[in-house]
């Protein structure tokens, strides 16, 4: 959908693969979420001329 209808910005799209309630529990994929975040923010610094 993303490549669809924003071509343009397709290529900076960043897919995350977190398992839905019915593969794990919440104990074993918020964690992974946490880490998904963390390492966006990082990402997203690194593009910030201001930091």
Not at 14 to 36: I, K, R, S, T
């Amino acid at each position: 959908m993303v490549e669809r209808r924003f071509p343009a910005v397709a290529d900076r799209v960043l897919y995350w693969q977190v398992d839905d309630l019915d593969v794990a529990e919440p104990c074993d994929a918020l964690p992974h979420v946490q880490q998904l975040v963390t390492n966006l923010i990082g990402v997203l610094r690194m593009d910030d001329p201001q930091s």
